[in-house]
């Protein structure tokens, strides 16, 4: 175990829109009870102005730093969070809550619906970003905190990220969307879709009523398989695995010749292992309706005093940079402080993970201006 | 602050920004101009900038800045959203100057241009005598790795604005210690020019 991480954690419930509160949805449906799972890293200070909200990708966790007892991996994004790193839990107050839909702790389509005792399954209301934020919303006032002082998040997090500042520009002092887009292209909605009829075509779905028997196992791994290609750039695949072979020789069988295959079988695997299909199906379709494009990120007549930090990666081909330039455009007319950076990288989507480096750089630098204010600007030396 | 220490260029522009302006620098490279106007002028400052190491620097400063070509980071600004646009030692860089001109008159009310003299004494001398492009203090590459993609004099840059109705407010002439006041074109290494439409 390194030194430099926040520890054990327990990972903890807040459960609101109990009956008959529920929680209105964006799609007309309502829910509620809704359990919300969330993690805290770091102490809140008095005046609770050092909040920061973590919000994670598709397949992500309230779990993003340190380790939960009796297991050896660290949390998602336990390189970023920690005591000295880009998110410093000795300065800062850290949250991170699994999503609505999801299926780490939180509500979703695997949950028991209060009005059957059965998983909701495709009982289970269409959920999208918007509705996930004002799911946050709740735990963030149950948490007593007025203002955060950033929200944070790649890829879907970056969704959540642009959508906190869309629903709630007041709540928000700095936003760092990462490896994000203003919205899903054509592009991102065919792989998610091919994902999806992966799961769906897998007998094993049974139209997502599979609880009492076993998950599409195969359907689920394979739509993982994809997803895992498109994380990945053409250069660090080759440099990963170039055509290597498992064994000496070619098989000449249908088995796993190459190392690229293996990985991939591998990531699928273990997907399944932690994953809930239909939880699968809900999110991407979330994600496939995310679209803040033209007008809706900003409204005209809403004033932003929110600061932005954007960031990509050069060798992202699935949330290409002119994505994140698209945000940069939306932010420039508006005149809303904003820094841009394009970091120099290889691998692919995956490099908001990866690239700890550089985002430490940037994030550590940017929210202690957001903090201190120009205070620490006067502090620098000339 | 040492005044005495930053750099001539820096000190002029830093004299001709009012305090509290909203400020552009194209190529605002380490952002040691805009850290100063941020710092002691309280201006609201925005850089753009290319390399993406000098962007690490701008942003342990403090400052927000734009990973962006100075050619094409200008369109999405409604008119006149600057009181001033700076091209300081960016202009020789950029591919359309024409256009970017054009367009930092647009969105900055003032535009502040800063280049080095091509028509130098010294720069003439080499070229004349020694038949060799110039390398000077202002323009320190040789021919083969060179930034600057165009040569310009501060006479040049003078009838430039005269043919375009570009209305020249203020002109500093720099020399190697200070500000030159006989003959600028022969004897100044960089100029500061103040314009606008």
Known sequence: MLENNVGIIETQYFTFAEPPNELPLECGQKLGSITLAYETYGHLNKDKSNAILVVHALSGDAHAAGFHKGYKDAGWWDAMIGPGKAFDTEKYFVICSNIIGGCKGSTGPSSINPTTGKPYALDFPMITIADMVVAQKHLIDYLGIDKLLCVVGGSMGGFQVLQWVTSFPEKVSSAIPIATSLKHSPQQIAFDEVGRQAVMADPDWREGNYYEFSQPEK?????????HITYMSDQSMEEKFSRRLKDKDYSFKFSTDFEVEGYLRYRGDNFVKRFDANSYLYITKAMDYFDLSGDKFIPKNKIIDTRFLVIAFKSDWLYPAYQSEEIVRKLKVRHVDATYCEIKSTYGHDAFLVEVEEQTHLIKHFLNKTFYGYDVVRGYGI | ?????????????????????????????????????????????QGIELDEQAIYKCVEKGLSVFHSDIDSGLSEYPDQSFDYVILNQSLQEVKRADFVIQEALRVGKKVIVGFPNFAFLKARLMLFFRGKAPITKSLPYSWHDTPNLRFLSISDFKSFCLGKGIKILQAYNLGKRGIVRFWPNLFALNAVFVISK
């Not at chain 2, 101009?33 to 201006?43: G, I, M, P, S, V």
């Open chain 2, 1 to 45: 602050m040492v005044f005495n220490a930053i750099r001539l260029d820096h000190r002029i522009i830093y004299q001709i920004v009012e305090p509290q302006s909203r400020v552009l620098d194209l190529g605002c490279g380490d952002g040691d101009l805009l850290f100063l106007l941020a710092k002691e002028k309280n201006a609201k400052v």
């Open chain 1, 219 to 227: 359907g689920l791994a394979v739509a993982r398989m994809i997803g």
